[in-house]
């Protein structure tokens, strides 16, 4: 039999029981919608989490002030205050595997512009810090080395806050009161929404570190130090180097506890980032069960046809037929149930997709490959599960056959 005469026989037959046709393709088209959904949705996890990590830094080192235990009570995140600018520069000079760094001084506090007032976070830093974070302006631009010298009152401030203040107004120029500190804008941030800790990335001020230090908190001690490594390899080693160096700078001796924190926060983001592969394997696994169940399906609709269709089949034979036409037309009946399924699963997987998408507020892209993938492994299930039914079709006694009522 021709591969078009094939097609022909499989859809006449699969017409003549519509309703028991669409009921076993059913099977077929929830397993490669769930697949397809859960595929698209793993990816689109996985792009959150990965934007997450490239909005930490280049090579992100955060050294944070840390904490003592004098008598017995540790003082907690930021209770020491040994950490200062002069720490920055050694860690420049001293650590070549470190190719930026800057001072960090942040904290809390009321702005004012005009009739309009927010509370947001400041952040003091060195003009390093933009480099460091990869955060570039969306207007406007970043003070300079100069502003942080003379203890400039500038600022830049993020996405929320220029649409608290300054909706539809242009910021850049605009003096704002940093709690009690008249400061000009310089430029805008580029948005970077929340993280995934629904923490609102947008909602800051940055900063010279010298103008937070003198002109707001009023010390001459850094909250955080942050750096960036030459390469995502250096980072283990350039810790490991500057905790030597700070140690010794802050003489302390061994055994003593460091008054400082060092750490890296993309392990953290790496691990939630594998965390939701292996989530979203365990679910293609899931949905795969559902595969399994169609092709059963197909194989026992398979198995009724045949003995439906006995006579049928040995007349075939009898006319001609050889074993083979009568296999490739019973297997063609099973591919084509599972194509037909496949493909109405993968409308179902793509539509349920950008339906979630639109609820979680993440943009789905779903990869071609994955289509592509589903649609065979249809095909597959369907000559899997279709061949026992084709082959005992095939093995049918002719006369034996024309006999069976």
């Not at 095939?394 to 024309?402: G, Q, R, Y």
């Amino acid at each position: 039999m021709s591969p078009r005469a094939i097609i022909r026989e499989a859809l006449r037959a699969l017409f003549r029981n519509k309703m028991r046709s669409t009921l076993t393709v059913l099977g077929i088209t929830i397993g490669i919608g769930a697949v397809i959904c859960v595929v698209a949705i793993g990816q689109a996890g996985s792009a959150q989490v990965q934007e997450q990590l490239n909005n930490l830094g280049d090579n992100f080192v955060w050294i944070e002030a840390g904490s003592r235990a004098p008598s017995g009570i540790r003082t907690g995140s930021h209770g020491t205050k040994t950490l200062m600018q002069s720490d920055v520069e050694a860690i420049r000079k001293q650590v070549p595997l470190v190719k930026l760094a800057s001072a960090n001084v942040d904290s809390r506090t009321q702005i004012v512009y005009g009739n309009k007032n927010w509370s947001t976070g400041y952040r003091g830093v060195a003009p390093e810090w933009f480099q460091i974070k990869r955060w570039s302006l969306s207007m406007g631009s970043p003070f300079t080395q100069s502003d942080v010298d003379r203890a400039a009152d500038v600022c830049v401030i993020g996405e929320t806050v220029r649409q608290e203040l300054f909706d539809v107004e242009d910021p850049i120029g605009k003096v704002i009161r940093v709690k009690n500190l008249p400061c000009q804008v310089m430029g805008v941030l580029v948005p970077r929404g929340q993280t995934g800790f629904g923490q609102d990335q947008d909602d800051t001020i940055i900063m010279p570190y010298t103008t937070a230090q003198k002109k707001i908190k009023g010390n001459s001690w850094l909250d955080d130090i942050v750096c960036s490594a030459v390469s995502p390899d250096a980072i283990n080693p350039a810790i490991q180097q500057i905790s030597a160096l700070l140690r010794e700078r802050h003489h302390i001796r061994p055994g003593q506890d460091d008054d400082f924190n060092i750490r890296r926060p993309d392990e953290f983001i790496n691990a939630q980032l594998e965390a939701r592969r292996t989530f979203s394997l365990l679910l293609i696994s899931i949905a795969s069960v559902s595969l399994l169940v169609g092709g059963i399906g197909i194989m026992n609709v398979m198995l009724v046809s045949v003995t439906e269709r006995t006579r049928e089949i040995g007349v075939r034979m009898s006319i001609g037929a050889t074993d083979s036409d009568v296999a490739k037309q019973f297997l063609g009946e099973a591919v084509m149930l599972s194509l037909f399924g496949g493909l109405i699963g993968v409308a179902f997987g793509v539509a349920a997709s950008y339906l979630v998408g639109r609820a979680l507020r993440w943009p789905m892209e779903i990869p071609p490959q994955a289509i592509v993938i589903a649609a065979l492994f249809a095909v597959g299930v369907g000559v899997f599960f279709g061949f026992y039914p084709a082959r005992k079709a095939s093995k049918l006694d002719p006369i034996e056959a024309l006999r069976y009522e």
